[in-house]
């Protein structure tokens, strides 16, 4: 809820979204505290924390959800509110991602016991890379192309990222614990992706306020 209705609270000048900053802070301080100094049954059971391969993996899942969901939460609005897009048209133009991560994973399902998993995820991450400078360029009077095909492009790059990233987190976590850290990783993806959305928002409605600004300066009169 913080992040949710933060923006639209106006953050820390709202008393709600201090309310739940403050609940939250508590809940974080219980959470750790109990987790490292109970002897039965944590919240979290201690032998995630001690696996290596784990903790990377939820590391490099939280980072993705912060740059990759939070670039897509905004292209809707961009297509139907500036764009005038349809409903349909906006999701037929957005629909290449997915096409692109289900065809990357079946492809990542068949190689992947014959290439380096660290190879394929850094050819994940370098086709998410290309596919976010493509969306820098982004303007409000271009066709579908370069939508479709940086959309296209990220699908591949997202479907090389998740596979081996999944099969290289829960490779050597022992099966006592294995559908805690399953919890656990999409966990990560989603306290990501929503700080992430959190953030571009924020940082969208003060540009937006910016230009609105300088507009407002330069039709004034004299």
């Known amino acids: 809820m913080l992040l949710d209705r933060g923006e639209l609270k106006d953050w820390f000048h709202s008393t ?15 959470f750790v505290v109990h987790t490292m100094t109970t002897s039965e049954r944590p919240f979290l059971n201690r032998d995630l924390l001690r696996d290596p391969n784990f903790v990377t993996g939820n590391v490099l899942m939280f980072f993705i959800g912060v740059i990759m969901f939070a670039t897509l939460a905004l292209q809707p609005t961009m297509l139907q509110q500036s764009m005038n897009y349809p409903v349909a048209t906006a999701g037929l133009v957005i629909a290449p991602r997915g096409i692109g991560t289900m065809a990357a994973m079946f492809l990542v399902g068949r190689i992947i016991n014959r290439v380096d998993i660290r190879l394929l995820i850094l050819s994940g991450l370098a086709l998410t890379a290309i596919s976010l400078y493509q969306m820098s360029g982004f303007t409000l009077v271009m066709g579908t192309q370069p939508i479709v095909v940086s959309g296209l492009v990220q699908g591949v790059g997202l479907g090389f990222v998740f596979v081996p990233l999944s099969t290289i987190s829960f490779a050597t976590l022992p099966r006592s614990v294995l559908t805690q850290g399953t919890a656990v990783f999409s966990l990560t993806r989603n306290i990501g992706s929503s700080i992430g959305i959190a953030i571009l928002e924020a940082l969208f409605v003060e540009n937006s306020q910016i230009v609105h600004s300088h507009l407002r300066r330069a039709s004034a009169p004299g």
């Open 16 to 30: 709600e979204i201090w309310i739940e900053a403050t609940i939250a802070g508590l809940a974080l301080y219980l």
